[in-house]
């Protein structure tokens, strides 16, 4: 007869009572864990994982915490946990939507986040993912994160003064300096001084780097410009 393979164990490290109880009747609804340890600080936490280790029993897959923690570092408890117990996937469950937060707690050892409006699909869905050693970001906090990762790709841009951006376009173009004094009825040493400043903001080192950089996160090339004839052709 072969013996019954034991439930993955889960931890919660929360200091309020009635959220560990909460966190822990989900998962007893959705079955296939055990939720066998719960603390209230991450001393205990620590205290109940050595014990564990010392006595040779098995340690929790998944530990659910928050890193947002009074008189404590949320963060350092990651670390720790990283470095002390890496077998464990620290799962963040939290009230905080920065993206920041997030990469920070997944900077220092975390394997999972998702928001505390988490529903028990969505819990079923992360405790599969981390026990199977994949990393699980709740579907709330995606839409946070894109948003912030659009707003910091299009932050340098948002900068550029309008005078910079068409002198990128024509630099796209690959219109020369003098052409593009031309072009801009200004002269020659201001269209200098506007790709210095707009290759400072875009964090570029060339002028053709500064209008590609400009070109990908969206300064596009407006009809007149790119209709216009390169240099050095003949339009009639």
Do not use: W
Not at 79 to 102: E, G, H, K, W, Y
């Amino acid at each position: 007869m072969i013996a019954n393979k034991p439930l993955p164990i889960v931890a919660i490290l929360d200091h309020r009572l009635l959220v560990r109880r909460g966190l822990a009747g989900v998962i007893d609804d959705i079955g296939g864990y055990q939720v066998s340890i719960q603390a209230n600080s991450p001393s205990e936490l620590f205290a109940i994982l050595n014990e564990r280790q010392r006595n040779g029993e098995p340690l929790p897959g998944v530990i659910i915490l928050d890193i947002l923690m009074p008189h404590e570092d949320g963060l350092a408890v990651l670390s720790r946990l990283a470095q002390d117990f890496p077998a464990c996937a620290p799962f963040v469950i939290t009230d905080s939507s920065d993206p920041v937060n997030m990469r920070l707690a997944f900077d220092h050892g975390a394997r999972g986040y998702t928001l505390r409006e988490v529903s028990p699909c969505t819990m079923a869905d992360a405790l599969e993912a981390l026990t199977d050693n994949h990393y699980f970001v709740g579907p709330l906090m995606v839409g946070h994160l894109i948003r912030a990762f659009v707003a910091e790709q299009r932050q340098p841009v948002d900068t550029l003064t309008e005078r910079e951006q068409d002198v990128l376009r024509l630099v796209a173009l690959r219109l020369s300096n003098q052409e593009i004094a031309h072009r801009l009825s200004i002269s020659e040493s201001t269209v200098k001084t506007h790709l210095h400043h707009a290759s400072e903001k875009l964090g570029a080192r060339t002028r053709r780097e500064a209008a590609s950089l400009a070109m990908q996160v969206g300064v596009v090339l407006e009809p007149h410009l790119s209709n216009s004839p390169r240099p050095g052709s003949s339009s009639r």
